[in-house]
Nanobody
Framework: QVQLVESGGGLVQAGGSLALSCVYS????????MGWYRQAPGMQRELVAR???????TYAESVKGRFTISRDNAKNTIHLQMRDLRSEDTAVYYC???????????????WGQGTQVTVSS
């Protein structure tokens, strides 16, 4: 069973910073991509940042220059460093992995439970 557990969300004033972490565990054969999504109330879930297996990074236009995604392979952790936060960044943030397990050998999309980020103006 593969699990993703996010942490680091909270309440922050506009202009402040937060760092999110996602620890993944379980029997994973390979990882194709890892990233962060967010969903604000009444809105669709949207991509925030993504790391592909080749090392390329993708960011939503609204967070470019403010958010940074990174990984720590030794700790099975994905990070999202967020700075200069704005009220429109308020959302539940979800960790996402595209993985292959030895049992299935097919690409599976895995999600964490989400962590709330609230930016007060």
């Amino acid at each position: 069973q593969v699990q993703l557990v996010e942490s680091g969300g909270g309440l922050v004033q506009a202009g402040g910073s937060l760092a999110l972490s996602c620890v993944y565990s379980g029997n994973i054969f390979s990882i194709s991509y890892m990233g962060w999504y967010r969903q604000a109330p009444g809105m669709q879930r949207e991509l925030v940042a993504r790391l592909n297996s080749g090392g390329s990074e993708t960011y939503a236009e609204s967070v470019k220059g403010r958010f940074t995604i990174s990984r720590d392979n030794a700790k099975n952790t994905i990070h999202l460093q967020m700075r200069d936060l704005r009220s429109e960044d308020t959302a539940v943030y979800y960790c996402n992995l595209g993985i292959v397990t030895p049992q299935t050998m097919v690409l599976l999309d895995k999600w964490g439970q989400g962590t709330q980020v609230t930016v007060s103006s």
